[in-house]
């Protein structure tokens, strides 16, 4: 085979979408799509068995399996780039998908022409976001150097002790999952948590929530909890 084919495994949930991408893929004359497959439990020994160089994802396999699928091809196919597309304008869940192995990231809104450039960047060894989140990757690799002030984040916040040592965690960009498992709760008990460190550090995400706590900028919304 011709070194400069790029090849492509396509996962997604909807058959339309499999079938306008084969057609898109195969107009260019330097890509070969190995296959189309729906989102299931064996997608990762699929995709190393395929040999693909790259594997393109839509957002719906994504979100069904909590990012796993990501997580799974990377470690079943370490040499197999997956870029994802259809995805959502979100930092928290670009940084999900980065921490998962995903090397490419495209915006619902992204063209044919985005897709094509981008699993061909992708295959060159570049990795692939739009610029609006490039900001959040800076942020998420400086954030765990700095340090937490332990009495400033239990006093001026008034976070619960839970709260307290789940803070840290977010910073250094577990997810929710991980986070549970460290302290042997529930995946909803730490997204409850969450949610209320947010309210009470008035802040939209994560990272929002974890520079507010580090910096002081913070505005407190009620009282404090015990």
């Not at 079938?19 to 004359?29: D, M, P, S």
């Not at 799509?33 to 995709?47: E, P």
């Not at 930092?91 to 619902?108: I, N, P, Q, S, W």
């Not at 577990?174 to 460190?197: D, G, P, Y």
Request: charged letters at 20%; proline letters at 3%.
């Amino acid at each position: 085979m011709d070194d400069s084919v790029i090849s492509i495994l396509l996962v997604a949930g909807n058959r339309l979408l499999r079938e306008a991408l084969t057609k898109l893929f195969h107009k260019r004359g330097d890509f070969r799509v190995c296959g189309g497959l729906v989102c299931q439990s064996d997608v990762s020994t699929a995709v190393a068995e395929s040999g693909a160089q790259v594997a393109l994802l839509d957002s719906v396999c994504v979100q069904i399996s909590h990012f796993e699928i990501i997580a799974d091809i990377h470690r079943s196919a370490p040499d197999t780039k997956v870029v994802l597309i259809d995805m959502d304008d979100d930092a928290d869940t670009f940084l999900e998908c980065v921490r998962a192995g995903a090397v490419g990231y495209l915006l619902k809104d992204a063209s044919a022409t985005d897709v094509v450039a981008g699993v061909r960047a992708v295959a060159r060894g570049q990795a692939l976001c739009p610029p609006q989140l490039n900001i959040h990757l800076f942020r998420a690799v400086l954030q765990p150097w700095t340090p937490f002030s332990t009495t400033r984040v239990r006093v001026e916040l008034g976070l619960t002790r839970r709260q307290q040592q789940i803070l840290p965690l977010v910073a250094q960009g577990l997810t929710n999952k991980e986070i549970a498992s460290r302290f042997h709760l529930s995946e909803q008990t730490v997204k409850n948590h969450v949610h209320r460190m947010l309210r009470r550090v008035g802040a939209n995400d994560r990272l929002a929530m974890v520079d507010l706590a580090r910096h002081g900028t913070f505005s407190i919304k009620g009282g404090a909890q015990f």
